[in-house]
C-alpha cells in the first residue's frame, strides 16, 4: 500500500553534493520530535554524505551503519541544511 506524499527514509535522507567535501540535505520535519530532527535519521544523513564524498555510489536500498554517535547539544531545526 502507497501513501500519497509520503516521502521514503530514502529520499527523506538523501542529499546533493554542493561543492567539494560540501553536501546539502532537506530534513524532513516528520523525522523528529520537539521540533529537533531524530538523532538516528542525522546520522544516516550524515553518512550518506560521507559515503558520497568518497565517491562511492548509495543505493537507495542501502543500509548505512554507524559505529556510534553522541549529542552534545540540540541540534537545528528541519530544513535546509548543510555540511
Not at 523525522?31 to 530532527?37: A, D, E, L, R
Not at 544523513?45 to 540540540?74: F, H, I, N, Q
Amino acid at each position: 500500500m502507497t501513501r500519497p506524499n509520503v516521502r521514503t527514509f530514502a529520499d527523506v535522507s538523501a542529499v546533493t553534493r554542493t561543492g567539494p567535501q560540501r553536501h546539502r540535505a532537506d530534513l524532513d520535519p516528520l523525522w523528529g520530535f520537539g521540533g529537533n530532527p531524530n538523532g538516528g535519521y542525522l546520522q544516516t544523513t550524515m553518512a550518506r554524505a560521507a559515503l558520497d564524498a568518497t565517491g562511492r555510489e548509495v543505493k537507495s536500498w542501502e543500509v548505512v551503519y554507524l559505529p556510534s554517535a553522541e549529542t552534545l547539544r540540540v541540534t537545528p531545526d528541519q530544513g535546509p541544511s548543510r555540511a
